[in-house]
């Protein structure tokens, strides 16, 4: 059983040591525990001191290519490396190395594919009050979508089983947080949620500047990932929405053409005609996008397979190497 913990790390020279102190490199049911930065074009020493630290991998972005990306690089490195089991943890030291151990026994006992260590926000002290209700908010978002109850979905400390990892695929490139558990819910992988504990705040997000950032942000990844799985139902329910309008003034046309009064109401069947016109239109681009669900369905199977194979071949080969060796 090999656990990697990756590290996603941007600028995080401050931080990087004692995170990576705290994590265990023993741990009960783990045969060996290894750590694997992803230095997302780091400006400053990042990737020196991780070295010196004796991290095991370090993978290099030449650019900055944003947090979901890395993580996604992160997740197939692991999987390249033979992890059994990938925890995501910060490089900002904002989660607990030392709950480590708990965090992937739901996955060690075979009971959850996934875990999210829930940070209680409720009791943390430096998140402010609109940080607290916005984190509530957006878990509850988040059920109502993918149907999986996390009370903390925008935590970054998580356990991942290595079939989970198979066939997760990250498309944004913002935030992987409420994407993967929406993913995971429509996948009906079993995703469990732990408290942890955390350590004191050590500087700003570096992921959002502002909440009206994190708001717009998040919102868009959830519904761009919900649409990416549901499509009828979100064009269903937005043509619907524009038909009843529609309707609206169509009648209320009717009403007075009913009674004699039809002239100088014209305008009503306009709008009405319109908006109902737009609302097909929405059944139609429903159809189009459900179509192209199922293209992604095969896609995202033939994907899986591919990893698998390839996966299976850098395993034979490995076993190869060891062999030639000898
Ligand atoms: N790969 C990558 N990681 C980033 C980037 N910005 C922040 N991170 C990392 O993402 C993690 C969370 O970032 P942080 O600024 O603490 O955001 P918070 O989750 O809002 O506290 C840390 O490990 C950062 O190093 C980025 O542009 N690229
Ligand atoms: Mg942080």
Same mark, same amino acid.
């Given at each position: 059983?090999?656990?990697?913990?990756?590290?996603?790390?941007?600028?995080?020279?401050?931080?990087?040591?004692?995170?990576?102190?705290?994590?265990?490199?023993?741990?009960?049911? #783990?045969?060996?525990?290894?750590?694997?930065?992803?230095?997302?074009?780091?400006?400053?020493?990042?990737?020196?001191?991780?070295?010196?630290?004796?991290?095991?991998?370090?993978?290099?972005?030449?650019?900055?290519?944003?947090?979901?990306?890395?993580?996604?690089?992160?997740?197939?490195?692991?999987?390249?490396?033979?992890?059994?089991?990938?925890?995501?943890?910060?490089?900002?030291?904002?989660?607990?190395?030392?709950?480590?151990?708990?965090?992937?026994?739901?996955?060690?006992?075979?009971?959850?594919?996934?875990?999210?260590?829930?940070?209680?926000?409720?009791?943390?002290?430096?998140?402010?009050?609109?940080?607290?209700?916005?984190?509530?908010?957006?878990?509850?978002?988040?059920?109502?979508?993918?149907?999986?109850?996390?009370?903390?979905?925008?935590?970054?400390?998580?356990?991942?089983?290595?079939?989970?990892?198979?066939?997760?695929?990250?498309?944004?490139?913002?935030?992987?947080?409420?994407?993967?558990?929406?993913?995971?819910?429509?996948?009906?992988?079993? #995703?469990?949620?732990?408290?942890?504990?955390?350590?004191?705040?050590?500087?700003?997000?570096?992921?959002?500047?502002?909440?009206?950032?994190?708001?717009?942000?998040?919102?868009?990844?959830?519904?761009?990932?919900?649409?990416?799985?549901?499509?009828?139902?979100?064009?269903?329910?937005?043509?619907?929405?524009?038909?009843?309008?529609?309707?609206?003034?169509?009648?209320?046309?009717?009403?007075?053409?009913?009674?004699?009064?039809?002239?100088?109401?014209?305008?009503?069947?306009?709008?009405?005609?319109?908006?109902?016109?737009?609302?097909?239109?929405?059944?139609?681009?429903?159809?189009?996008?459900?179509?192209?669900?199922?293209?992604?369905?095969?896609?995202?199977?033939?994907?899986?397979?591919?990893?698998?194979?390839?996966?299976?071949?850098?395993?034979?080969?490995?076993?190869?190497?060891?062999?030639?060796?000898?």
């Amino acid at each position: 059983m090999k656990l990697i913990v990756q590290i996603p790390c941007f600028n995080e020279e401050n931080t990087l040591p004692q995170t990576v102190k705290d994590i265990p490199r023993q741990i009960p049911g #783990v045969d060996k525990v290894e750590i694997l930065i992803i230095d997302d074009g780091s400006t400053d020493r990042t990737v020196e001191i991780a070295r010196n630290l004796g991290v095991d991998h370090i993978i290099c972005n030449k650019r900055n290519q944003g947090l979901a990306r890395s993580f996604r690089v992160g997740l197939d490195a692991c999987l390249h490396l033979g992890a059994d089991i990938i925890v995501n943890t910060d490089g900002d030291n904002q989660y607990a190395g030392w709950d480590i151990p708990k965090l992937i026994q739901p996955i060690l006992a075979k009971e959850a594919d996934m875990v999210v260590g829930d940070r209680q926000t409720g009791n943390v002290a430096h998140f402010s009050l609109i940080k607290k209700i916005l984190q509530k908010w957006g878990s509850s978002a988040v059920r109502n979508l993918s149907g999986i109850n996390i009370p903390d979905a925008v935590s970054g400390f998580r356990a991942i089983s290595r079939e989970a990892a198979l066939q997760i695929n990250i498309v944004s490139s913002f935030s992987y947080t409420t994407e993967m558990l929406i993913q995971a819910g429509k996948k009906n992988l079993n #995703v469990v949620s732990i408290p942890v504990e955390t350590n004191d705040k050590t500087r700003e997000s570096r992921l959002f500047t502002s909440i009206p950032q994190f708001i717009e942000r998040q919102l868009s990844t959830m519904l761009r990932i919900y649409t990416m799985y549901q499509p009828l139902r979100v064009f269903f329910f937005t043509g619907t929405f524009l038909l009843v309008i529609g309707i609206i003034p169509i009648l209320r046309f009717l009403y007075f053409y009913m009674i004699g009064e039809g002239d100088g109401h014209i305008q009503s069947v306009i709008i009405g005609g319109v908006l109902s016109m737009m609302g097909f239109l929405t059944y139609l681009v429903g159809l189009v996008a459900d179509i192209i669900n199922f293209n992604r369905q095969l896609i995202e199977m033939t994907l899986e397979r591919v990893r698998r194979l390839e996966l299976s071949d850098a395993h034979n080969s490995n076993n190869t190497k060891m062999t030639d060796g000898i």
